[in-house]
């Protein structure tokens, strides 16, 4: 894993992070990926963490939101 970039924001309650996983991945013989997933936590009553992912070949583009409370 190679972390690429981190940005934490409102008080530590949100983060956006891109990260590499190319090396590991190969390792362990999974294939570039094109992917987007969430957690749907918008849809889920008491859960209050938001994570989304992208995922183009090997690397994950992720924004979490661990307090969703104020929306």
């Not at 409102?10 to 891109?18: A, H, M």
């Not at 090396?23 to 992917?35: A, D, M, Q, T």
């Not at 963490?49 to 183009?56: G, N, Q, R, S, T």
């Amino acid at each position: 894993m190679k972390k690429i970039y981190e940005k934490w924001w409102d008080n530590g309650n949100k983060v956006f992070q891109i990260t590499n996983y190319k090396k590991s991945w190969k390792e362990v013989g999974n294939p570039p990926l094109l992917r987007f997933r969430t957690n749907g936590a918008k849809k889920r009553k008491g859960d209050k963490c938001l994570d989304v992912h992208l995922e183009i070949g090997y690397t994950v583009f992720n924004y979490t939101n661990f307090n969703l409370q104020k929306y």
